[in-house]
């Protein structure tokens, strides 16, 4: 294992290096996940871009249609930040049940987007959250929303040269309920067999916005507005929360690995899309 490690102390350095590397090069934030990439020699690059002495890239900032989250923002500042647990407390959920307080300290948010990899806590919950992602390179900006910057296994939309710069999060609608499931299928620290994060929203007991988002059981986490709306302008009875649930389970291509049968996982999407609505519905906040 060898390669080149460069450590920009600027982000138009590491755009440049991103730059005249291109493939050849990766991006090191936090390392918890590329570090064992490498030592299992699933990957191979040539450069390794070290963003850690980059300033001001790791901030939780409120403002008033939302909140920006810098890429190096750990897990562990944003389970613990009270502005994310005030406001957006499925994504402090979320971001709490990745693996273990020491991983917490040291994963990113934007390594954890950027790693794209299926079996993980906060991309679900940003995905029912509405996020977009901020890529910059030296030619320039972009906003993704979350549903296109994911692709598939361990793939984004991000181009070589570009580097997630930030994660923007909108306000949710006031009073909305929200909640996160995570179902493990071996140890208390184990990634998600299968994973769901719901936000919605009421009028008195009636359902006006309902967006529910399902992980860990398929390539990418995936929202299914048809589905969704099923609940818009209704109120969530036992019937109704059956259907949602049954919508979601026969229309996700469910994969197999060592967590869980495809089989097992539809199961389970069903079980869980139940319990996450019983829950919006009783007033979970």
């Not at 613990?80 to 406001?87: A, D, E, K, P």
């Not at 040269?161 to 184990?190: C, H, M, N």
């Amino acid at each position: 294992m060898s390669f080149e490690l460069l450590q920009p102390d600027s982000l138009p350095g590491a755009l440049k290096a991103l730059a005249q590397h291109g493939d050849e090069a990766k991006v090191l934030a936090g390392g918890t996940a590329i570090v064992l990439m490498l030592q299992q020699k699933l990957i191979a690059p040539t450069v390794l871009v070290s963003v850690g002495r980059i300033p001001d890239l790791a901030y939780i900032r409120s403002e008033p249609d939302g909140i920006h989250v810098g890429p190096l923002t750990t897990l562990r500042d944003m389970e613990r930040s009270l502005v994310i647990q005030t406001h957006f407390p499925l994504l402090a959920q979320a971001s709490g049940e990745v693996g273990n307080i020491r991983v917490r300290n040291q994963a990113t948010l934007g390594g954890n987007l950027a790693e794209a990899d299926y079996a993980s806590d906060p991309p679900t919950a940003l995905l029912a959250l509405g996020t977009q992602i901020t890529a910059t390179s030296l030619r320039g900006e972009r906003t993704i929303p979350l549903e296109d910057f994911l692709i598939g296994f361990y793939t984004t939309d991000l181009e070589p040269d570009e580097l997630i710069t930030d994660v923007f999060i909108p306000a949710s609608a006031p009073g909305s309920r929200t909640t996160y499931l995570k179902y493990r299928s071996r140890s208390s620290e184990d990634r998600p067999c299968a994973c769901v994060a719901a936000i919605a929203a009421f009028e008195a007991e009636t359902c006006t916005d309902l967006r529910v988002a399902v992980g860990a059981a398929s390539e990418v986490p995936q929202r299914l507005p048809a589905v969704e709306n099923l609940a818009r302008g209704q109120a969530l009875t036992d019937e109704l929360i059956g259907e949602i649930a049954a919508g979601y389970a026969d229309n996700i291509d469910t994969l197999e690995d060592i967590r869980g049968s495809a089989w097992y996982r539809t199961q389970m999407i069903r079980i869980h899309v139940v319990r996450a609505l019983e829950e919006l519905r009783n007033g979970r906040r």
